[in-house]
């Protein structure tokens, strides 16, 4: 990205928060609504409890009492307010109280309603509340959705708003420099007359009105030539160059000796130019601004119709740079603040805590403030994650990504649940550290989600690298040590809480998923030292993360108790929060609760019917496994115990085990392992056609025994050769011919087997195919034997495809 490109986004980002400034401010006085309706910020400011002088050792019992004193909670003038509110309040309920009553009595259509009604027009305290309420109410919500409308503006229409409003405001700003230069001029001798006489003396004096006039007939003949370089009105090339002159007019004018009624008229002659031109702009902007709020309708209507309404969201986010302007917008607010505080006249020093507090409890003051915090939040989580993602040797990782996103996210519902804005100061900044505090066990949370994969990654990959195991070995200890330090203090410094409570559940599920990633960590590397295969490792596997579930899905309730007594006995006074606390409780719920629960139940439901049927299978005795004589078709490794199917072919049982969780059917010849009653009805009705296709001749070519046998047995996998690309392409090539050649005879097996299945199995069949198999270039022909009768036979020729197969395979990876 050019230079130039990141000067033009930043004032583009500083081009927006001015808007975002006008929105807070109006949030700040509660869009003109009474005070009554924030009860704790009314308590807050009115000082209810009377100002007495403590002694000294009270501020000891009472961490915040500076930090009231330093708020000014304690003034009586809030108080004076406060009981004429009061009082104000008490008549106009009173004469509500009073209508009421009246139109209960007579009934709503009796003819006494439109005396009520003419009282309560003819009361003055109603009538001055409502007016003041509603005018107040009216503009302030003008003046929301304008500013909403400017910063959502794209930046060309942008650029012109600004111009038009720095025209007007110069104007004003001519008119009061005028006002001031004609005041300063009125109690001093007439400069004309020291021009004429050459009174050098009185022009030169530093503290004269020539000096003082000076300045002020600078600044209108600068404000007058950028008036005529940014007004949007028409340019007329007289009117552009006298501009200067015209603003700079009444100063030059009243030098002359004219009479006082007219020299205070002069500065509304010089301004009526300007404005002029502005009521011009403003009269033929109204038509295009009216097509540019209507083509930005016409255009959101259109991408959402096209893209969805996430999209279009996704893209204005984008557009508008939102996170940044909050950002700037917040980081000017608290600047404004630590000014107003450092300027402040105190004969006591300024403290560093007590000051930081007050920045941080007036950086949440509104919704708008509260985004502006959420945004510093997001980028500080942000890059908390990269510097973790640095530390552990890993650069693209999806979780760091959406890491601050979450982040912020997490901290405005919060925010939202608690009702923190419309808390009293010192009870706000107490919820905002027990918001942070949360904010931090999420983030450890999030933390973990980066660091297993990569934990995972380095004992399934058999990484030598020690560098990169002693660091994500050392996330994790911190990711153990933080939550129990954190945990150890709050025990020690605050009672039992519900707040407490979850930040227990929060920190307590962070220790125990590290643990369980450690134990899988662990299994791992063990299994990639061992000589043999380790058939218990999915054993232990599963019940190590069924424990972590198991403890998690316990927290989760817990959880949810907790949030439900908080809904119930904790946020009454908080409508709002309250609704926002039911929404984000129904889906906790929903999904880490119900749906988890559902998963958990399906996956112990098929391991417990694996294990069933997998228990059903014969075991293979050492002479079997020796004359098989393979490894397992599923992994690929040595089998020194195996499980036998129904259609005699080898498994490893934990293979088997995983194999039955997707499907019933071997793995080699897609036979059903486990029949059913309706299967034995499916094979009835199947067996004629079997026989038909039976009849048609069938080829099985040996195996190459002798060319196997002068050859080491070596396992795939175990031992990894690095084969040269045209040896591979060969080796792929063969493995693909012996597939294609297997596939169609254990297709036409299967068909026999399903059919034969429910006949006499006789005992030499299998015999005849292993003696036939043995030959050298021998081979069985349906046309000139009989077909297999039995699913055995049919069994049998499958294992023998199969193993063919399997031994063509290995067989070119030895040749390499």
């Known amino acids: ?223 007058g030539m950028l008036f005529a370089y940014i007004h949007l009105g028409p340019r007329y090339e007289m009117l552009q160059k006298s501009m200067p002159i015209i603003f700079a007019s009444p100063i030059l004018v009243a030098m002359l000796p004219l009479p006082p009624k007219i020299v205070q008229q002069l500065p509304l002659v010089a301004g009526f130019t300007p404005i002029v031109l502005t009521k011009i702009t403003l009269m033929h902007s109204a038509m295009e601004a009216s097509r540019t709020v209507y083509n930005g309708y016409q255009y959101a209507l259109n991408f959402v119709s096209n893209f969805g309404l996430s999209a279009l969201i996704e893209n204005e986010w984008q557009r508008l740079n939102v996170p940044n302007v909050l950002r700037v917008f917040w980081t000017i607010r608290i600047i404004q603040g630590g000014y107003a505080l450092a300027s402040t006249e105190s004969e006591e020093a300024l403290e560093l805590m007590p000051a930081t507090q007050k920045l941080l409890v007036d950086g949440c003051e509104t919704l708008t403030a509260v985004l502006g915090m959420t945004g510093v939040i997001s980028m500080i989580c942000h890059y908390i994650g ?205 999904f880490n609760i119900w749906c988890e629960a559902r998963a958990g139940w399906s996956v112990f439901m098929k391991r417990r019917s694996a294990v069933h049927k997998i228990s059903s299978l014969p075991e293979a005795t050492p002479a079997q496994l020796q004359a098989f004589d393979d490894v397992c078709a599923i992994c690929y490794q040595e089998m020194y115990s195996a499980k036998i199917t129904r259609c005699r072919h080898f498994f490893h049982g934990v293979c088997l085990r995983k194999w039955l969780y997707v499907q019933d059917r071997c793995p080699l010849c897609h036979e059903i392992m486990m029949y059913t009653d309706k299967a034995e009805e499916n094979a009835q009705e199947a067996e004629p056609l079997a026989v038909a296709q039976a009849e048609q001749p069938l080829r099985i070519y040996p195996r190459d025994d002798g060319n196997i046998a002068a050859t080491p047995r070596r396992s795939p996998e175990r031992v990894p050769v690095e084969v040269p690309e045209a040896a591979a392409t060969s080796s792929s090539a063969a493995a693909v011919i012996g597939l294609e050649a297997a596939a169609a005879i254990v297709e036409s097996a299967a068909a026999v087997a399903e059919a034969r299945s429910l006949s006499n199995v006789p005992s030499n069949a299998t015999q005849r195919i292993s003696a036939s198999e043995s030959s050298d270039g021998s081979y069985i022909s349906a046309s000139s034997q009989q077909p297999p009768p039995t699913a055995t036979s049919a069994a049998a020729v499958a294992t023998a495809a199969a193993s063919n197969t399997t031994h063509m395979f290995r067989m070119s990876q030895d040749q390499q």
Not at 472 to 479: E, K, N, P, R, S
């Open 386 to 590: 990269r510097g973790f993602q640095w530390y552990l040797l890993t650069y693209d990782n999806d979780e760091e990504k959406s890491l601050g996103t979450v982040s912020a996210v997490l901290f405005y519902i919060l925010a939202l649940q608690t009702g923190l804005t419309s808390l009293s100061p010192d009870k706000r900044f107490i919820r905002l550290c027990r918001n942070l505090c949360l904010l931090m066990t999420a983030l450890l949370h999030f933390l973990h989600n980066i660091v297993s994969p990569i934990l995972m990654s380095l004992s399934a990959a058999r990484n030598p690298s020690r560098k990169r195991h002693v660091r994500a070995l050392t996330v994790c200890a911190f990711l153990v040590v933080m939550p129990v330090s954190l945990l150890y203090y709050l025990w020690s410094q605050r009672s039992i809480s519900t707040w407490l409570l979850a930040v227990t559940a929060f920190s307590v599920e962070v220790i125990v998923k590290v643990l369980v990633s450690l134990a899988t960590y662990t299994l791992f590397l063990l299994d990639a030292r061992r000589q043999f295969f380790w058939e218990k490792l999915d054993d232990y596997l599963y019940y190590v993360r069924a424990f972590g579930n198991s403890v998690e899905f316990c927290f989760g309730i817990l959880l949810f108790i907790n949030g439900a007594w908080i809904l119930i006995f904790e946020s009454a006074q908080n409508a709002t929060g309250g609704a926002i606390r039911a929404i984000m409780m129904c889906i906790h719920a929903y």
């Open 1 to 223: 990205m050019s230079v130039r490109t990141k000067v033009l986004g930043l004032v583009d980002v500083m081009m927006r928060v001015p808007p975002i400034m006008v929105i807070d401010e109006i949030l700040k006085i509660g869009m003109g609504l009474p005070t009554r309706l924030y009860p704790d910020k009314d308590k807050a400011s009115a000082g209810i409890d009377p100002p007495t002088e403590s002694p000294p050792e009270s501020s000891n019992q009472n961490p915040l009492a500076s930090i009231k004193e330093f708020f000014g909670l304690g003034s009586g003038d809030g108080l004076a307010q406060m009981s004429s509110a009061a009082s104000a309040q008490s008549a106009l309920e009173q004469t509500i109280e009073n209508a009421s009553r009246t139109a209960k009595s007579h009934g709503m259509l009796s003819s006494v309603f439109n005396t009520v009604m003419d009282e309560l027009s003819q009361d003055q305290t109603l009538a001055d509340v409502l007016s003041i309420t509603t005018v107040k109410f009216v503009i302030c919500l003008f003046g929301f959705l304008s500013a909403a409308c400017i910063f959502m503006l794209w930046t060309r229409h942008l650029v012109m708003v600004y111009m038009f409003l720095t025209s007007l405001g110069l104007t004003f700003l001519s008119y009061w420099s005028n006002v001031s230069a004609l005041a300063l001029m009125e109690r001093s001798p007439s400069i004309l007359e020291d021009l004429m006489s050459l009174n050098t003396t009185r022009l030169l004096d530093s503290g004269g009105v020539v000096m003082s006039l000076a300045p002020h007939l600078m600044a209108q003949w600068f404000m």
